[in-house]
């Protein structure tokens, strides 16, 4: 025998089973009711956007093609006025060599090992103010020097300077030649025939032996009671000269310096 649902039951059952059938028949009915009248009009709207952005894409591959085409004119027409305009290089024609004039007189000094052989006297030429005077070469004494007088030291532009003349060869010290040079250092000088030392000034100057020119210190003293107006010392000689004591006036002179001399210095 079967299971029977109370009578009840079977009621809501069939109630609730025509409620869903009714539901489920609106909602077929509504959706078959949707409206297509503008369809249509949708579909050539879209047909038209289509057919815009074939032709905008055309369009940008004509100006992309275009742009490109311009670019590359550009650059040719660069390219061709740079090479009208930039000539080749052309190397320079090669120079002949052609010895240099040998001067007329360059002075005469004889070398040994590098070093210029002098004798116990030698001419020594003053560069600026052009004097020739006679030098005497001593090996016994370090430091150089030169005949002045009227020794003054005053400054300028913070420096020691100092104001000397000299005498101008061959007048007897009659007349002299006023400088003026910067004091480079002092030195303490000890005479044999003096008890205390005495301070003499050192200044640089340019001069020439032979066809040696250098720039060296020289003290400035008192000589007249001395043969000669310079001496040259050990700082001119170490390194540089060699003394032979059997020559005197090992050494010449350029030309143009005696010629210079001779028309009164000041070069």
Not at 238 to 260: C, F, Q
Request: glycine residues 6%; charged residues 30%.
């Amino acid at each position: 025998m079967g299971y029977r649902f109370p009578k009840a039951r079977t009621l809501t059952f069939l109630a609730i089973t025509g409620l869903a059938v009714a539901l489920a028949g609106c909602s077929t009915d509504r959706y078959l009711m949707v409206p297509k009248d503008g369809l249509e009009d949708v579909r050539a709207t879209v047909k038209t956007q289509r057919s815009t952005l074939v032709t905008m894409e055309e369009n940008a591959n004509v100006r992309h093609n275009q742009l490109l085409t311009d670019n590359r004119q550009s650059t040719q027409t660069i390219l061709d006025a740079i090479a009208t305009q930039v000539e080749k290089p052309v190397c320079p024609p090669v120079k002949e060599k052609v010895c240099p004039p040998i001067p007329k007189d360059t002075g005469r000094a004889d070398r040994l090992k590098g070093k210029v052989i002098v004798g116990e006297v030698e001419k020594f030429y003053l560069a600026d103010p052009g004097l020739i005077y006679t030098a005497r070469i001593d090996s016994g004494a370090e430091t150089s020097s030169i005949h002045a007088q009227n020794i003054k030291r005053f400054e300028r532009d913070g420096s020691n300077w100092v104001r000397f003349d000299v005498p101008v060869p061959g007048t007897d010290y009659e007349q002299w030649i006023t400088l003026e040079r910067e004091i480079s250092r002092r030195v303490r000088i000890i005479q044999s025939a003096a008890d205390e030392a005495e301070r003499r000034v050192v200044v640089e100057l340019q001069f020439a032996i032979g066809d040696h020119q250098q720039v060296a210190e020289f003290t400035l003293a008192d000589r007249t009671n001395l043969t000669h107006e310079v001496l040259i010392g050990r700082n001119i000689l170490r390194d540089v000269m060699l003394i032979d004591v059997g020559k005197e006036y090992a050494t010449e002179l350029p030309a143009s310096y005696r010629e210079n001399a001779e028309s009164g210095g000041n070069e």
